[in-house]
T-cell receptor
Framework: GNSVTQMEGPVTLSEEAFLTINCTYT??????LFWYVQYPGEGLQLLLK?????DKGSNKGFEATYRKETTSFHLEKGSVQVSDSAVYFC?????????????FGAGTRLAVHP | DSGVTQTPKHLITATGQRVTLRCSPR?????VYWYQQSLDQGLQFLIQ???????AKGNILERFSAQQFPDLHSELNLSSLELGDSALYFC????????????FGSGTRLTVV
């Protein structure tokens, strides 16, 4: 079946450090891939997306490239800020399900210290 | 404000009781999705409605049911509640999940005591 695997957290970084959160997926066909962010006490917000292989999604300094050969969609940011502290979820939407539902990874908590 | 409204924000109830969670989707979105977020299970897809009709079903218990009304708001009904049903319940809506993705509400935190 379709699934998403994320690196376990928490990830603790100092401000201005480089961030990578690994995400790999298993899916039939060509899924769409997403990163969502959840700030404390809030719902999930779409951070970025990619709908086909080699697409790069980017937003607010975050980037992720859809790599079909490695079935990966790693999230990166060159210089994190304290305000980036949140839980990050990788997700996929698979064509077999008619793109009807998102399948989420377990989430990775990021804590950025001044 | 994401445009997806969920009420109530918090709910505390006893085991065996029944509750109703409400969701109003973003204006123009015909699809509504319900998700459950718990510490041990993560984010689990429960059910999707599109313009009043059930479209997809996930890991939804038989004690749970949902519906979408003509004005497109949706309700998730949870009955015979157990301690393990304590979780955050999110509603999301979308007009084009492939191109735009989903917009989530801020959730309802259910505590069963």
């Amino acid at each position: 079946g379709n699934s998403v695997t994320q690196m376990e957290g928490p990830v603790t970084l100092s401000e201005e450090a480089f961030l990578t959160i690994n995400c790999t997926y298993t899916a039939t066909g060509y899924p769409s891939l997403f990163w969502y962010v959840q700030y404390p006490g809030e719902g999930l917000q779409l951070l970025l997306k990619a709908t086909k292989a080699d697409d790069k999604g980017s937003n607010k300094g975050f980037e992720a490239t859809y790599r079909k050969e490695t079935t990966s969609f790693h999230l990166e940011k060159g210089s994190v800020q304290v305000s980036d502290s949140a839980v990050y979820f990788c997700a996929l939407s698979a064509p077999r399900s008619g793109y009807n539902k998102l399948i989420f990874g377990a989430g990775t908590r990021l804590a950025v210290h001044p | 404000d994401s445009g997806v409204t969920q009420t109530p924000k918090h709910l505390i109830t006893a085991t065996g009781q029944r509750v109703t969670l409400r969701c109003s989707p973003r204006s123009g979105d015909l699809s509504v999705y319900w998700y459950q977020q718990s510490l041990d299970q993560g984010l689990q897809f429960l059910i999707q409605y599109y313009n009043g009709e059930e479209r997809a079903k996930g890991n939804i218990l038989e004690r749970f049911s949902a519906q979408q009304f003509p004005d497109l708001h949706s309700e998730l009904n949870l009955s015979s509640l157990e301690l393990g049903d304590s979780a955050l319940y999110f509603c999301a809506s979308s007009v084009d999940p492939l191109q735009i993705g989903y917009t989530f509400g801020s959730g309802t935190r259910l505590t069963v005591v």
